[in-house]
């Protein structure tokens, strides 16, 4: 006998959190379902304070976020299997999952896969030496265990990411040599980057990392200039003495699940990749099959949660029928998200989302099998 | 669960090893002294216990609530396991079980992710060559 649920949710982040909130208060069976103890996702070791609206929890740090979350779900009788992971979509709306100690199916009538985005790496020799280490793992190193990622770091990538992780390094009391930006301005925020300038950081724009230095783990860096055409700069190699090389370079959706589904993914650069077409709904061309947060484009916690709020609420309405306040809580969020896109870092996601509500899906398609 | 709280106050553990010194000028005595987070203006991280375990037979101490990956980043080991077809060293990279860099053999189960899985007290880790083996192969 295999256990079947209204809702399964695929991840507990943001976005995943959110949609079970929002679906069990509206009093659909919800299963939520993450490969880590504690929920809130990387939300966990974000000691930054966010910005925005207070509604999207300006103000608040992103730790204290997912606790809040956490204890929001906790109240609801949502069903919550911690330490799972989902490990593949099959036919007939059936998800396999496995813990530590076993493998078992669950069956279900929608799915909210929203199962975030993985770091990239970025081209250069020896990037793959112990002491090269994504921005969220150093993250989770200093901010969730307490442990120094090393001594002496090399950030590449000004973005936000790059920008407050170098600033956290700095407050964990790890140096910062330099932070690298490949283009000819700071992608950041003014106000991170401000803060790292007045700690005497470098942050060198047009300015790449060419190789990791050392035989077993990093020793060193060399830093190039760049010209407009990316290509290094003769003569303006120099090493730096560090022995961790942290890398801000972006994130890639992590869509197997929904490459799985069989449902239509389209390649939007904006988005961070390959990303399953959706609608307004969060609904992909797969009926009942939804997606929110990072996995639907790159974005960042407080879109991931509006997502799944509007996930949660169109699947409630899915299994429930209609209701005045799924309706509502899908109205407000969809109306709260295209206003944070109209903000000015909402441009790219904004651009993104457009170029995908242009492509036409083969709508409607069922689950496979 | 983690052990980290942020309004309790923790106690500083300070370790020693002896590490060749490195030929790039990076002072490794820097690394391995006080890999521990000992002064955060946010956070503070609360020692809810050793556990002891055992790194290539080596006897290590890493805290309850800690990540093997953890643990061994707090003694200062970096490299965790030799790629498959270049032999090539590797450690984590993501931290979060997503990019599978990290598997090495525990409690001689060959491709654990290190990252995700919880230090036990002792737990035999031991560095894996290429895919590993399983017991009896």
């Given at each position: 006998m295999v256990n079947t649920t209204d809702l399964a949710i695929a991840g507990g982040g943001p976005a995943g959190l959110c949609a079970a909130i929002t679906a069990s208060g509206l009093g659909v069976k919800v299963v939520l379902i993450d490969d880590n103890d504690r929920l809130g996702g990387q939300l966990v070791k974000q000691t930054h304070k966010f910005f925005g609206s207070k509604r999207h929890y300006c103000g608040t740090r992103g730790m204290d976020i997912a606790t809040t979350l956490e204890a929001e779900l906790g109240v609801l009788p949502a069903e919550v299997l911690r330490g799972?992971?989902?490990v593949g979509l099959y036919g007939g709306r059936m998800l396999g999952l496995a813990n530590r100690e076993r493998f078992f199916k669950l069956g279900f009538k929608c799915l909210i896969v929203a199962t975030g985005a993985a770091e990239n790496n970025v081209l250069f020799?020896?990037?793959?030496?112990?002491?090269?280490?994504g921005a969220g793992a150093v993250q989770t190193l200093m901010n969730v265990y307490g442990v120094k990622p090393g001594a002496r770091v090399l950030m590449v990538g000004s973005g936000n990411i790059g920008l407050i992780v170098s600033y956290q390094l700095i407050q964990a009391g790890i140096e910062v040599a330099a932070v690298v930006e490949a283009l000819p301005k700071i992608g950041g925020y003014h106000v991170h980057a401000a803060k790292l300038a007045r700690l005497g950081v470098p942050i060198l724009t047009s300015h790449t990392v060419l190789s990791a230095l050392g035989?077993?783990?990093?020793e060193g860096a060399v830093i190039c200039r760049v010209g407009e055409d990316f290509k290094p700069v003769a003569r303006t190699a120099k090493k730096l003495n560090v022995d961790t090389i942290c890398l801000a370079v972006g994130l890639t959706p992590l869509s197997e699940l929904l490459w799985q589904s069989g449902c239509n993914m389209v390649y939007v650069p904006e988005l961070g990749g390959h990303v399953a077409w959706h609608d307004e709904n969060m609904q992909?061309?797969?009926?009942q099959v939804y997606l929110a947060g990072d996995?639907?484009?790159?974005?960042e916690a407080s879109t991931a949660m509006l997502e799944g709020r509007v996930a949660g609420a169109h699947a409630a309405m899915q299994v429930l029928g209609p209701s005045p306040e799924a309706e509502r809580i899908l109205a407000e969020s969809q109306s709260e998200l295209c206003a944070i896109r109209k903000g000015p870092f909402g441009d790219k996601a904004a651009c993104g989302k457009a170029r995908l509500a242009e492509c036409v899906p083969v709508a409607g398609v069922p689950a496979r099998g | 669960m983690h052990a980290r709280t942020y309004k309790a106050k923790s106690k500083v553990e300070s370790r020693k090893s002896k590490v060749p010194s490195s030929p790039f000028g990076v002072r490794r005595s820097q690394l391995t002294k006080g890999r521990r987070i000992d002064q955060h203006p946010i956070l503070t991280f609360e020692n809810s216990g050793p556990i002891g375990f055992f790194f290539e037979g080596r006897s290590m101490t890493g805290r309850k609530g800690e990540t093997i990956a953890a643990a061994l980043a707090a003694n200062g080991i970096r490299l965790f396991r030799h790629a498959e077809k270049t032999g090539r060293p590797r450690g984590f990279f993501c931290a979060v079980g997503k990019c599978a860099s990290c598997l090495m053999v525990v409690d001689g189960k060959p491709n654990t992710m290190v990252c995700m899985e919880p230090l036990r007290e002792g737990v035999k880790v031991e560095r894996q060559s290429g895919r590993g083996r399983l017991r009896g192969e």
């Open positions: 799972t992971s989902v020799q020896n990037n793959d030496l112990p002491g090269v280490y035989k077993e783990q990093v992909t061309s797969i009926c996995v639907s484009g790159i974005e | -």
